[in-house]
């Protein structure tokens, strides 16, 4: 029998941080899930620096090329990657081909903020013989925002990033689901994992300055402040829990 809990059972009672940190990294549930979307969100709404460390899959562009072309921010608000590399695969199947070994220990958080750090896929992906995308955010040590999409399959997905990451003992800061809204999904993440669902991003047609702009508002702006309590998610709780107290939410 499958697991159902109340729409009412979504309370907030667990932590929300109140303001953003000025340096965070960026994650994914997997890749191809809106990362560099929702890192171009955040460094645009908190005119930041960004930077992707380890990038793959060069020969058809950068995100940080990207980024700057839908920001149009300056080139000085980006960092040029440490590992650049032609192969769209995985960072270690990648920087075998190309002969290189990818070296932790070369890896030094810059000194500006505020800063957006992008990974490269999952937290599991590796970047060597024996080090993942995990042990660089564990390296860094930032505060952590995962990016999931918002259908089938998301929930263990999520919950298994966000397991392995609070074992690690990596600071989340909330997930960002990308995709058509799903409010039966986004109830069971919180319910599960006790972390803050941020943000919801539709599917945008036209990815733009201004429209990335709108979405940072939306959901970390309020009277003019930013924060990560996610007022329009808020909103759309409250309304869902004046429905029905005996409306279950399937847990796929």
């Known amino acids: 029998m499958k697991p159902q809990i109340s ?3 979504s309370s907030r009672e667990f932590a929300v941080p109140s303001a953003l940190p000025s340096r965070i990294f960026v994650t ?8 560099t979307v929702v890192s171009a969100m955040m460094t645009i709404g908190l005119n930041a620096h960004y930077w992707k460390p380890i990038q793959s899959g060069t020969a058809d562009g950068t995100d940080s090329e990207w980024i700057r072309t839908v920001s149009k921010l300056s080139r000085d608000h980006f960092i040029p990657e440490a ?3 032609r192969a769209p695969l995985s960072p270690h199947a990648a920087a075998q081909l190309e002969e290189v070994k990818i070296d932790l220990d070369t890896l030094i958080l810059p000194e500006v903020e505020p800063l957006v750090v ?3 896929g999952g937290i599991m992906v590796p970047l060597n013989e024996n080090q993942y995308m995990l042990d660089l955010i564990c390296k860094f040590a930032l ?3 995962i990016v999931a999409r918002s259908g089938l399959g998301t929930i263990n997905h999520t919950l298994l990033t966000i397991d392995k990451l609070r074992s690690a003992g ?3 800061l909330g997930v960002v689901m990308n995709g058509e809204k799903n409010l039966s999904n986004r109830i069971a993440l919180e319910h599960y994992s006790q972390v803050s669902v941020l943000a919801e991003l539709p599917q945008i047609e036209s990815l733009s300055l201004e429209s990335l702009q709108a979405q940072f508002e939306k959901y970390f702006v309020k009277e003019g402040v930013i924060q990560t309590a996610p007022n329009a998610v808020q909103n759309d709780l409250d309304v869902s829990k004046s429905v029905s107290t005996k409306t279950a939410v399937k847990a796929s």
């Open 7 to 9: 729409q009412s059972s």
């Open 28 to 35: 994914g549930t997997d890749t191809n899930v809106g990362k």
């Open 83 to 85: 590992y650049s590399l």
């Open 118 to 120: 992008e990974g490269a």
């Open 143 to 145: 505060p952590t925002i």
């Open 170 to 172: 990596v600071e989340i």
